[in-house]
């Protein structure tokens, strides 16, 4: 069925933008546009919805800040795969902008942190395992290296959303591991915070590894609960406790 058979002509408003996006992600979610199909040329859309092509041009172009369009080489605007992934990165973005306090940003991460961490138990392969415990090694020797030690800290919580195969708790988690991040490196300075870190990691790993779901998220909150501590205490000076994520 062609696309364009399925769109009818609307007024063209201060919204039309928006409404030429709304009618473009319904024969999407309909299946009339899959994923991976090209859509119709911004002439042949303003035709059809009765729209100038700068208004089509916008809506595209917010549709491809969504992650639902991207435009490819050769000429043509395609829809994305349409992965959870891919469609819930903005959220990273609108977090921050906005204020929140440390308090509520570690309950989020106790309740998604310790969910992921429950699924990994669940569904790890035996080489997410093997690799998650490489990492966990790696920690223990990375404790006196706060930089190399935050690129480890990072893949191995990757991972585990990964493995924990639930893209969009997985997306979730990642923009909450963003927010404060420079609180967390000041935290990161103070001795043996690493080292309980180190071994935060090795419980959780090995909670995982033993298919242990139950305790996989007991680690994992344990994990969360000593990461706000450490950064509350190094933020005790402070007169109030909101904070922008950037």
């Known amino acids: ?8 002509p609307i007024d063209s408003k201060p919204s039309a933008s928006e409404r ?11 299946g009339n546009i899959a994923p991976g199909d090209k ?9 059809a919805l009765q729209v100038s092509r700068p208004v089509v041009r916008e809506a595209l172009r917010g549709l491809a800040m969504m992650g639902i369009v991207e435009s490819k080489q050769g000429g043509g605007c395609y829809v994305t795969d349409l992965k959870p992934n891919r469609l819930m990165a903005p959220l990273s973005f609108v977090l921050s902008l906005q204020d929140y ?3 509520s940003l570690f309950r989020a991460r106790s309740v998604i942190d310790t969910g992921l961490a429950r699924e990994a138990a669940l569904n790890a392969t035996d080489a997410e395992i093997a690799t998650l415990r490489e990492l966990v090694d790696a920690g223990y020797k990375l404790a006196g290296d706060p930089v190399g030690f935050r690129v480890m800290d990072a893949e191995l919580h990757e991972l585990i959303g990964t493995a924990a ?5 997985d997306r979730v988690s990642r923009s909450l591991y963003e927010l404060a991040i420079d609180q967390r490196r000041k935290a990161a300075m103070v001795p043996g915070v690493l080292d309980r870190s180190a071994a935060d990691h090795e419980a959780i790993v090995s909670a995982i590894a033993a298919h242990d779901a139950d ?10 609960e000593n990461i706000r501590a450490t950064t509350m205490a190094v933020m005790e000076s402070a007169t109030t406790l909101p904070f922008k994520a950037r």
């Open 20 to 30: 030429v996006a709304e009618r473009l992600t319904s024969l999407i979610s309909s």
């Open 165 to 169: 195969r639930n893209d969009f708790l």
């Open 39 to 47: 859509l119709p040329s911004e002439n042949e859309l303003s035709k």
């Open 215 to 224: 305790a996989a998220a007991a680690a994992m909150l344990v994990h969360v």
């Open 101 to 103: 306090s440390y308090e």
């Open 1 to 8: 069925m062609n696309p364009l058979d399925q769109l009818k």
